[in-house]
């Protein structure tokens, strides 16, 4: 099915561990996001990447690096886990950042840091 | 003031009624907004998009917008329990999407 893969689902990390969030869509979509979900808080821009080969930091960067790979994939990488990154992760994509279109999400990855 | 806001709820309607679901925002400049749809541990889902003022209806729901008043809501006639979830609110800024916390609405059957 067409979509927004997001690997993994769920994950728990040790404080100060690394791990990298994988996302690949399949639309042709030339622009991909990486969100946060935090109870009360609603969706924050993390990264996001206009284009291939382009990457802009969103609302809340920091303890964050991200790797477009391709026009298929798009990578959240953290580097040094801390509890405060303890959220629910949602990679989106759209067609293009100058046309408004609506996002499509991924189904989420639920990381803890403990 | 956040860029956009709206009530937390829990919003409950009865089965058949209409929900009614509201949104602000900050930024006069702001021509493209959304809803989504979020059911409980899954992710958001489109719903509706409207960039002009006045009112647009897909099936039973309709988005309205009052851009002289900052104002954008959603409309859900025939309320169903499957309705039930958490509706987010999301005005487009530059190559980005702004999102209001969301609204959980809740239908009795």
């Known amino acids: 099915n067409a979509g927004v893969t997001q690997t993994p689902k769920f994950q728990v990390l040790k404080t100060g561990q690394s791990m990298t969030l994988q996302c690949a869509q399949d639309?042709?979509?030339?622009?991909m996001y990486w969100y946060r979900q935090d109870p009360g808080m609603g969706l924050r821009l993390i990264y996001y990447?206009?284009?291939?080969?382009?990457?802009d930091k969103g609302e809340v960067p920091n303890g964050y690096n991200v790797s477009r790979l391709n026009k298929r994939e798009f990578s959240l990488r953290l580097e040094s886990a801390a509890p405060s990154q303890t959220s629910v992760y949602f990679c989106?994509?759209?067609?293009?950042?100058?046309?408004?279109?609506?996002?499509?999400f991924g189904s989420g990855t639920r990381l803890t840091v403990v | 003031q956040k860029e956009v806001e709206q009530n937390s709820g829990p919003l409950s309607v009865p089965e058949g009624a209409i929900a009614s679901l509201n949104c602000t925002y900050s930024?006069?400049?702001?021509?493209?907004f959304f809803w989504y749809r979020q059911y409980s541990g899954k992710s958001p889902e489109l719903i509706m998009s409207?960039?002009?003022?006045g009112d647009k209806e897909d099936g039973r729901f309709t988005a309205q917008l009052n851009k002289a008043s900052q104002y954008v809501s959603l409309l859900i006639r025939d309320s169903q329990p499957s309705d039930s979830a958490t509706y987010l609110c999301?005005?487009?800024?530059?190559?980005?999407?702004?999102f209001g916390p969301g609204t959980r609405l809740s239908v009795l059957p």
């Open positions: 990447s206009a284009s291939e080969g382009t990457t």
């Open positions: 999301a005005v487009r800024r530059g190559q980005n999407f702004v």
């Open positions: 930024d006069r400049g702001s021509q493209s």
């Open positions: 989106a994509s759209s067609e293009s950042p100058s046309v408004p279109y609506g996002y499509t």
């Open positions: 409207i960039y002009s003022n």
């Open positions: 639309m042709n979509h030339n622009s």
